[in-house]
Structures are given as C-alpha cells and as structure tokens.
C-alpha cells in the first residue's frame, strides 16, 4: 500500500468536521493537485475525548461516502507504540511509530560496533548529491548516533513488524517519528537513522524528523528560516540519496508534524519539495478544534458565551491543561486578555483574535494557544458543545474549509 506524493495529515478531535476538511482537499484536486487526506488522532487526543479509534474510522468513512469522494485517504494510528498499537489495528491503515522516547537508550556494545563496521564505507568524506560540502563521518561521530538512536530504530523495528504479523505488511503505511523531543536532528543524523530503519526492514514511506526551531501548536513557526530552509533541503536530499543506498521505498518523504499555521516556513517547503519534485506530508493539530470555536464565536448567542466559558475556564485551569503541551507551546502570561475583559466581546472581536491571520491587528497568538490546549473542557461540556456544532454546521463548516485550503493548502501547495 503506497501512499500518494502529497498527503495532509488531517485531526478532527471531535469528529464533526470530516466532511469539511474532505472538501479542501477535494478543492485542490479541483485545482489539479492531489492531495491524500489523512485522518490522525493520538492515543492521548482519544483518552481526552473519550473517543475511541474506530470513531475516527467511521468518521473518514462517512466523509468519503458523503462526499462521494474517489480518491486514496487513510486513517493514521498517530504516535503509537507498542503499549496503545492494539487498540488502532483494525481501524488504521496509517501506523506513525513514535519511537523518541527511545532516544538515547544504550544498545549493547557489541550493536553498537557491528552498526559502526557496517558504516565502514561511509567513513572519512561523505558526499551526497546536491549537498555542497561534504559530510565528515568519523568514529566518534558513528558512535554517538549509535549510541543516541540504534534502540530506537530496534523499537521500531518491532512495532513495524507486530503491526504487518495482524495486519500484513501490504495493508498499511508506515511513518517511523522521532519529533518530539527537544533536540532536532541533523541531516547526517538522519542519514543513518535511515540506514538502521533500512537494516531493521522497515518500509518506512514517511519520516517525521525534530525540525530545526519551535513548532508550537496552532501557532506560527519560531526560528531561524533561512537555517530550517537549509536543513530541510538537505534533508530532502539525504533521503533520495538513502532511498538508493539502503533499497528504502521510493515515495519516501518527510512529514512535518505540528505542521499546521507555519505559514511563514511554508513559502520555503513549497520551494524545495518542486525544485527536487519531492512528496510531503503535513500533519495538521488542532487547527480544525480552533476553527470550531471560532464558527461558535461567530453564530454569536448561546454558541459565543460557549466560546468565552471555554476561554474563561482554560485561564482559570492554565496549569492543568498547558501541562501536557509544555513543550510544544509559548504561551506570555502579559498577553493573555482577562475574563472580564473577554465577556464583553462581539462575534467579530474574538474571532479575530483567535483565528491565525498574520498581521491582523486582533490576533492574539497566546490566546489561540490557551484555546488550542482548552478542548479537556469543550469536551467536558459534551452534548451541549456537539449539539451546538450541529446546529451551527455549515458555518463552522465553512470556516474549517477556508482555514485548510486558505491559509494551508494554497500556500503549501501554490495553488
Ligand atoms: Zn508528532
């Protein structure tokens, strides 16, 4: 099972929004590209929902058959392991493989020097086509990465392999990610990564790989863009280079995770992935949940004092929800209006602060973040918040749309 050259990794973290997303795509398809959709929830997203994978199955399903839609899509197990695989084997046929938290587990000496003699070749000078300067692999260098990933890619390896013996190995697509932790790798590190990813037989389509810079949620990219442009494209280039080296699939290609709202990177990714002709994949986080909040916002009433208690809660409960994100948001305290200040807002005053235009004088990234951690209380609100995201379908509806194609597919893709 091959996945298409662009794919958009698509979360939904209550499921009503299927059918709107599957619309942007199909737009661009209009516009003559083709982009798979991807359906993702993680364990953790399911466990604060209180949904189970098979819903996002149904949900993808439904879309599809409503949409009348023709096209491959596919329903991603994200961030799994071997502990929460079980649950997702009968609803996905998109395994992401998290092994980060395997990052720097010792392997046995005796591994770590069979991997280093099997690099032998590589020793010295490096050149890989289209990277100006040439890599230097010396042992010490060859040890750390052993040392730093060989584990992981064992894991992974097993993970891959539980997975094809229920599944078999032709009925699904394999991501191996290592994003979420604090150091990002560099393109000679992913080289090897993908050697031992190779040697551990895993037909890897998608790579998910620490990024240069921060990658928050919701939010815009922070960092140096001219240095993620570099590393991005010699990572592109590593790839095409390992696909030949290690008999890895051909479609290989990088996955951008928390890739929703980098705008301002995504003028960079589209630049590379047509100057080499590459795949990608973007997986988006949250933006569909935030779009939600704001189409309430918007129906104003009953559905706007929903959005401002959201808002109003997630402030009083700051620690708790922020927590589990906390490496992956920024919120400033100074920034964030107070409740007494957000009660009185209109429609218009807190859709525009949440919703992400760059440069729109309301836009308040910190309070979209709070928002973006705060779905724990939409969904503790349970049918009076889904009832509500019924009766105001197709303007929420319209607004998850817009979002995706607007500001995600027309600049990711030049459309
Ligand atoms: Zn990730």
């Given at each position: 099972m091959q996945i298409g050259k662009y794919s958009l990794?698509?979360?939904d973290r209550f499921g009503h929004q299927g059918e709107a997303?599957?619309?942007?795509?199909?737009?661009a398809a209009q516009k003559g590209v083709e982009i798979i959709p991807v359906w993702n929830k993680s364990n953790r997203?399911?466990?604060y929902i209180h949904s189970k994978p098979t819903d996002t199955r149904i949900e993808a399903d439904g879309a599809v058959l409503a949409l009348d839609y023709k096209g491959q899509y596919f329903v991603d197990a994200d961030h799994i392991n071997l502990s929460n695989v079980q649950g997702f084997l009968s609803s996905s046929d998109f395994f992401t493989l998290d092994v980060a938290s395997k990052i720097g587990t010792l392997s046995t000496p005796s591994d770590i020097a069979d991997f280093k003699a099997s690099c032998a070749k590589y020793a010295g000078s490096l050149s890989i086509p289209g990277i100006a300067a040439p890599f230097i692999i010396s042992d010490q260098l060859l040890e750390q990465i052993a040392q730093k990933f060989l584990a992981a890619m064992v894991e992974a390896g097993g993970i891959y392999r539980f997975i094809a013996?229920?599944?078999g190995a032709d009925n699904f697509v394999t991501e191996v990610s290592i994003d979420?932790?604090?150091v990002p790798q560099t393109p000679v590190e992913l080289f090897f990564i993908l050697k031992m990813i190779g040697e551990n037989g895993i037909p890897v389509q998608t790579i998910a790989p620490k990024f240069t810079g921060r990658f928050n949620k919701g939010v815009n990219y922070v960092g140096d863009i001219a240095q993620f442009a570099r590393e991005f494209e010699e990572d592109v280039l590593v790839i095409d280079y390992a696909i030949k080296e290690f008999g890895l699939p051909a479609n290989l290609k990088l996955s951008v995770h928390s890739g929703s709202d980098k705008f301002s990177i995504y003028p960079e990714i589209a630049r590379i992935i047509k100057k080499y002709d590459k795949g990608i994949h973007v997986k988006t986080a949250g933006t569909t949940w935030l779009e939600e909040v704001i189409g309430l916002a918007l129906a104003g009433g009953e559905a706007l004092a929903l959005a401002k208690h959201f808002y109003t809660s997630a402030l009083s409960r700051q620690e708790e929800l922020c927590a589990p994100y906390a490496d992956v948001i920024d919120i400033k305290q100074s920034e964030l209006p107070s409740a007494l200040e957000v009660v009185n807002w209109d429609s218009a005053k807190f859709a525009n602060t949440l919703r992400h235009i760059p440069g729109q004088a309301d836009y308040n990234p910190n309070f979209r973040q709070l928002i973006h951690v705060g779905y724990k209380i939409a969904?503790?609100?349970g049918t009076h918040y889904t009832d509500l995201l019924k009766e105001h379908r197709?303007?929420?509806?319209?607004?998850v749309e817009e979002n995706l194609y607007d500001r995600h597919l027309k600049r990711l893709f030049e459309l």
């Open positions: 990794g698509i979360g997303q599957l619309r942007a795509v199909t737009k997203e399911h466990s013996a229920q599944k979420e932790v604090e969904a503790e609100s197709d303007l929420i509806g319209s607004c």
